[in-house]
């Protein structure tokens, strides 16, 4: 069964960091990229960041692009994602997907339970 | 504001079959095909259809979908109270190279 678990999660105040990790299970994590989606309470889904199966390529939606980082580490079946420079429209709950295939383009096909980020003062 | 638009709620009554309609352009549905996602209430979303028109297993073939142009639609042919959820499409889209979500349809089960 595939199974995607996000943590990292929480309530930080504007311009500080946090880093978000997703571990995987069910499947051979380097044969597949991965993606970071967006939902702002009451919102709906918005894409962030995705990245190559080997870390080869990545990309960002404009709004993050600077601020945050995406990386992987195939060896610990897990994706991570980077926030710095927070700001209170960050405030969401990030999941991360699974892509279709090795390379970043292709639809989502497993998502995790998400966890949440609340960027306050 | 998304590139890709759907309206923003659709309704129907048991068995009742309902549409829900996705508008891109040029960089988006016009290139790449078109994937749909359900959103329970509460829940983590869930790919729906892929490649515009396929059904991952598991998908009950009530949900369908289809593609023309820059519009993309899903169809659920016998709505169910199950069925009542947020769904959205997403094409992949060039110039964000990244999936473009739409901004998502309420299907409400009257």
């Known amino acids: 069964e595939v199974q995607l678990v996000e943590s990292g999660g929480g309530s930080v105040q504007p311009g500080r960091s946090l880093r978000l990790s997703c571990v995987v299970s069910g499947f051979r994590f380097d044969d597949y990229g991965m993606h970071w989606v967006r939902q702002a309470p009451g919102k709906g889904l918005e894409w962030v960041s995705s990245i190559k199966w080997n870390s080869g390529d990545t990309a960002y939606v404009g709004s993050v692009r600077g601020r945050f980082t995406i990386f992987r580490d195939n060896a610990k079946n897990s994706v991570y994602l980077q926030m710095n420079s927070l700001r209170p429209e960050d405030t969401a709950v990030y999941y991360c997907a699974k892509s279709s295939g090795a390379n970043r383009y292709g639809y989502l096909t497993n998502w995790g339970q998400g966890t949440p980020v609340t960027v306050s003062s | 504001q998304s590139v890709v638009t759907q309206p923003p709620s659709v309704s129907g009554t048991p068995g009742q079959r309902v549409t829900i309609s996705c508008f891109g352009g040029?960089?988006?549905?016009?290139?790449?095909?078109v994937s749909w996602y359900q959103q329970l209430p509460g829940k983590a979303p869930k790919l729906l259809i892929f490649?515009?028109?396929h059904r991952p297993s598991g998908v009950p073939d009530r949900f369908s979908g289809s593609k023309s142009g820059t519009s993309a639609t899903l169809t659920i042919s016998g709505l169910q109270a199950e069925d009542e959820a947020e769904y959205y499409c997403a094409p992949w889209d060039g110039s964000l190279d990244g999936p473009a979500f739409g901004g998502g349809t309420k299907v409400t089960v009257l």
């Open positions: 490649s515009s028109e």
């Open positions: 040029s960089s988006n549905i016009a290139i790449y095909s």
